[in-house]
């Protein structure tokens, strides 16, 4: 019988003909379509490389002129909008509204709190609301909005919350006891713990490390992510090289699975890494973001906003740098794409994936001017779709692409 894990495997493999990146912003987007429209008459830095490509121009440095590089008057700054929302009626996620059933979880405390731990747990939650005020503060606006257009089917998210069942009195909150992610810290007093982390407290965290990953994705997967995910969770004994977390299937369809380390040794770590793989998964499925981008951060405030005593989950650096060869846009994300053919969303010209370098991080790129066998194509035939009446670049390119791809693909 093959394993989850083996059917998220083996369709790494059946990623479709053509992967598309929208770059030119902090972090890439995967595309399942090219941008159309495009006309080399709108974009003279584009159809200057177009026809540096094709033999039409020569190859020159271009001059310096300091004009260009003059920083805008004030008032065209403050007339664009550097940071545009996503279209959506969605507000923020608040606070997981709870129902009254505490009583059902037989609260029998043996032993009363002390005056010194009733006060500590006064202090905790001072400054849990603090820091969950701090963050709200901190948190630009455009951030606190998020667009949720892609999440599975009503019938489909019902069947994932109908899983949660056993987790959902974990969201439960009482005066007198710390809440369910607090219980699992060692320092909580057992007498204050939620009842239902008791279980988890009593028991060593090797032993129950696996049942309790479930159990916070679970709660997670609820109070945060709409009941949206399904990521099963893989185990690896070592982390130190980059794995495939993601998937995009023949149909475009993406897929994610949450990794995790073995060697996880106390239950804070466990919820930092969890949440943290669950924000990437999110971001990536239902926001098509190949790494630590916007999206990411969006969901990383979702999680504060329904849950503030979580741990807030900071940037990462990415893996690979992707960078167009034509246009030379580029982007940062955390997939490798093997040998999935990637193409630019913007103009369609073929993307090379290289290692993420800390030293790269804020430079530029200029087009590669080197001869691959999609160039060297590319340079032989675009110029014979001229006859062809109204079609822009990017229909030409997409034609030139399928026409590659046969090409590569036949016997010899």
Known sequence: ?????????????????????????QVATVRNEPLDNISLEDDAELKSNVQKLLGLIATRRRLYTPEEYCA???????????HPLNNS????????????????????????????????????????????????METPDFLKKIDLSELPSREEM??????????????????????????????TPINMCHPLALTYR?????????????????????AIFQCGLHAPIVWKSSLRKSCERVAIDASGQRSAYILLWKKIS??????????????????????RETGHGDHCRRWVYQAKRAMPELPTIADCDPHFKYTCT?????????????????????????????????????????????????????RDSYLKL?????????AKMRLLNEEFLKIRVSPG
């Open 1 to 25: 019988m093959e394993s989850g894990f083996d059917k998220e495997k083996s369709s790494l493999k059946d990623r479709p003909p053509l992967v598309y990146l929208e770059l030119g912003n």
């Open 72 to 82: 805008p008057e004030l008032e065209e700054l403050t007339s664009k909008d550097t």
């Open 89 to 136: 009626t969605f507000s923020p996620a608040q606070p997981a509204i709870l129902s009254s059933t505490w009583s059902s979880l037989n609260l029998a405390n043996p032993h009363p709190p002390t005056l010194v731990e009733r006060r500590a747990k006064e202090r905790n939650d001072i400054l849990v609301e603090t820091d969950a005020n701090i963050a709200e």
């Open 158 to 187: 019902a069947s994932i919350c109908g899983r949660h069942k056993s987790s959902i009195a974990c969201l439960e909150r009482h005066p007198n006891f710390y809440r369910f992610v607090e219980s699992l810290h060692p320092t």
């Open 202 to 222: 009593e028991r060593s965290f090797k032993s129950c490390k696996e049942e309790l990953a479930k159990t916070l994705f679970n709660i997670f997967n609820h």
């Open 266 to 287: 106390q239950p804070g770590m466990l919820i930092k890494m969890l949440l943290h793989e669950m924000c990437h998964a999110a971001a990536f499925v239902f926001n």
């Open 326 to 378: 034509l246009c030379a846009r580029w982007s940062y994300g955390r997939i490798d794409f093997g040998t999935a053919t990637t193409r630019c969303h913007y103009c369609q010209f073929e993307v090379i994936t290289k290692p993420f370098q800390k030293a790269d991080k804020h430079t530029g790129t200029r087009p590669d001017r080197t001869l691959t066998p999609f160039k060297a194509f590319i």
């Open 386 to 394: 001229d006859g062809m009446e109204n079609i822009t670049h990017s």
